[in-house]
């Protein structure tokens, strides 16, 4: 009943600068946190950002931080991933996760074992010159 649809993704020069957006259905109450995730080749998938659609906190993982932002249109259900200063590294698919009634990022939000009610499908990102 929920769905998640990523978009933005593609192909990008080192060092530039990439806006990836999560469109969601199916759901309009006020808590929810939502997820972003990447998976490399060969790697597993890696939670690097969250933000709460109820009090707009964020939480990032250490190795995007600075680089890395969060945000969200609320009535619009669509939410945002603004990538800075891309490198090599960066390139992956690039998923939204919806965890429903949650308040307030921490943490854990970057983990999958966090309760996610739903995936998106992923968008390709390929950082290269």
């Known amino acids: 009943q929920v769905q998640l649809v990523e978009s933005g993704g593609g192909l990008v020069q080192p060092g530039g600068s990439l806006t990836l957006s999560c469109a969601a259905s199916g759901f309009i109450q006020d808590y929810a946190v939502i997820g972003w995730f990447r998976q490399a080749p060969g790697k597993e998938r890696e939670g690097v950002s969250c933000?709460?659609?109820?009090?707009?906190?964020?939480y990032y993982r250490d190795s995007v931080k600075g680089r890395f932002a969060v945000s969200g249109d609320n009535a619009r259900n669509t939410f945002y991933l603004r990538i800075h200063s891309l490198n090599a590294e960066d390139t992956a698919t690039y998923y939204c996760?919806?965890?429903?009634?949650?308040?307030?990022?921490?943490?854990?939000?970057?983990?999958?074992?966090?309760?996610?009610?739903?995936w998106g499908r992923g968008t390709q990102v390929t950082v290269s010159s």
């Open positions: 996760a919806a965890a429903i009634g949650v308040r307030s990022v921490q943490s854990m939000c970057v983990s999958l074992t966090y309760p996610w009610d739903a």
């Open positions: 933000f709460s659609k109820y009090d707009g906190t964020t």
